[in-house]
């Protein structure tokens, strides 16, 4: 079910912006029109969506920051990235061409 | 014991109600176009009243600390403004999102890019039809859809996201599919069908831009089917067409609960049209902070939370859904602020506003009274 190339880098788009909401004590997702609350396993990926991490090393270093196993992590942060691509909330930059296997 | 039994007598402090999250900042009420459904007041601010840049800034600085997350550059129009790159940069600073409501005519490409440097996060563009003629008749200003293509080209080529704003109304309603449309072909990510709210110069106006029934129901079968087609393509939000309606709109998703807004001069209101009420005591953010005014100001905790309403309110289901409705439309046509709003299906005047709204529809062609600046009559 792997839908994306973890080989690409995932950035926030232009006009979405994660914050710390200080006055609510929470993370936010700014976007057009829109506040979104994402949870705090959402909130971990988020912070590591930076335009310059693979997802492959966002996969790595989450396993390892919550000990977890990295198939699982691997099957959450696709299935989130992807979620939010397709909402274009996030955009996805191929670093090499030559890993886009399908 | 008459002095202790006063206070005891009186109902608990409420408690403080929560952090706005969007504050619509309209920066000037100049515009270049005239379009007779402007949400801005019929009585306008000059120029020489309006908040000079340091006021705003300092305005921006504590909506920040307030909890406002998103911030609405709009007016009039806002690029009328030349120190508009400051507020976004200072905005951007204090971490408030900031979008942009532009009417998009006399805006340069050199223009939009130093506000785009300047981290505008979202350009909000309003276009008055989907084609020339329509567009030009209803901003009475001769060229303006073409600008607006343009300026939509250029945002997008500076890779800002974009949402087409279009306010509908009986000149424009069949246009709904080409506005969609317009949106797709401009790359915008999201569109704004508003079927236009009757206030200040809509309500002046509501003989000339009143659908008719017919109309407001096949609008809404266009926009429901064209948002499951277009799903992860293009957002379609709509505000809807009350005076049709079943349920009124939850006006603001209630008087002072999420959102404030502040007027060229320093107002602060709860909702545009909020001046339209008679007696609201508006502090203005000269003489007041805005956590005090969002906390404290009469105008505010008026008609807040749900202790104002009449008990046809107050003992329905749909009261922290609907809150009421909207208090200026029951201002408008019950007379009276605190009463149900006449689009709900309960309230006594709901057979009378759908008759308006009819007996309007009905009235054919009609001239629009232009937005503009009316000198007062003080003559009496």
């Given at each position: 079910?792997?839908?994306?190339v ?36 959402a ?60 | ?50 908040l ?19 911030v ?100 424009n ?130 008609f807040r ?45 709901h ?7 009819e ?10 009274d ?11």
């Open positions: 079910m792997t839908a994306l973890t080989s690409a880098i995932p950035r926030l788009a232009r006009g979405v912006r994660l914050r710390h909401d200080e006055a609510r004590g929470q993370w936010v997702l700014l976007a057009p029109e829109r506040v979104l609350n994402p949870d705090p396993v909130v971990e990926i988020l912070k590591k969506v930076d335009g310059v991490r693979s997802i492959d090393i966002i996969i790595d270093e989450l396993a390892s920051a919550f000990t977890v196993d990295r198939e699982r992590v691997a099957t959450d942060v696709d299935a989130f990235l992807a979620g939010l691509k397709e909402k274009g909330i996030v955009t996805l930059a191929a670093v090499t061409v030559g890993d886009a296997a399908s | 014991m008459n002095v202790v039994a006063q206070p005891l007598a009186q109902p608990l402090a409420r408690p403080a109600p929560p952090a706005p999250y969007g504050m619509l900042a309209e920066l000037t009420h100049r515009c270049p176009l005239q379009c007779p459904y402007c949400s801005n007041p019929v009585d306008l601010d000059r120029r020489t009243v309006e000079d840049t340091q006021t705003w800034l300092r305005v921006f600085s504590e909506a920040a600390k307030l909890g406002v997350l998103q609405h550059l709009s007016g009039g129009e806002p690029t009328a403004r030349r120190d508009l790159e400051s507020m976004i940069r200072h905005c951007v600073e204090v971490g408030l999102y900031t979008n942009l409501i532009t009417a998009g005519v006399g805006v340069t490409p050199e223009r939009l890019a130093a506000i785009s440097d300047a981290g505008v996060d979202h350009v909000q563009l309003s276009f008055q039809g989907a084609s020339v003629e329509v567009t030009d008749k209803v901003s009475n200003f001769r060229g303006a859809h073409e600008r607006k293509l343009a300026v939509a080209r250029e945002v997008r080529r500076l890779g800002l996201p974009l949402t087409i704003n279009s306010v509908v109304h009986r000149a309603i069949h246009q709904i599919p080409d506005f969609i449309q317009l949106a797709l072909e401009l790359g915008a990510g999201r569109i704004e069908i508003a079927h236009s709210q009757y206030y200040g110069w809509a309500l002046r106006n509501r003989g000339a831009l009143m659908p008719t029934r017919d109309q407001v129901f096949w609008a809404l079968d266009v926009v429901e089917e064209a948002r499951a087609r277009l799903k992860g393509q293009l957002t379609i939000d709509a505000v809807v067409p009350d005076y049709y309606a079943k349920y009124p709109k939850p006006c603001m998703n209630g008087w002072g609960r999420q959102s404030l807004n502040v007027t060229p001069s320093g107002k602060v209101l709860p909702c545009h049209a909020a001046e339209t009420i008679p007696g609201l005591d508006f502090w203005n953010v000269r003489e007041h902070g805005l956590s005090d005014i969002w906390l404290n100001a009469p105008s505010f905790n008026a939370g749900t202790d104002w309403m009449p008990d046809l309110c107050k003992s329905c289901e749909r009261k922290e859904k609907d809150w009421g409705g909207c208090r200026c439309q029951a201002m408008a046509i019950a007379g009276d602020a605190a009463a149900t709003d006449p689009a709900c299906h309960k309230s006594p005047l057979a009378h506003l759908l008759a308006l709204a007996a309007d529809a009905a009235g054919g062609e009609v001239a629009y232009y937005r503009r600046y009316v000198v007062p009559d003080r003559a009496n």
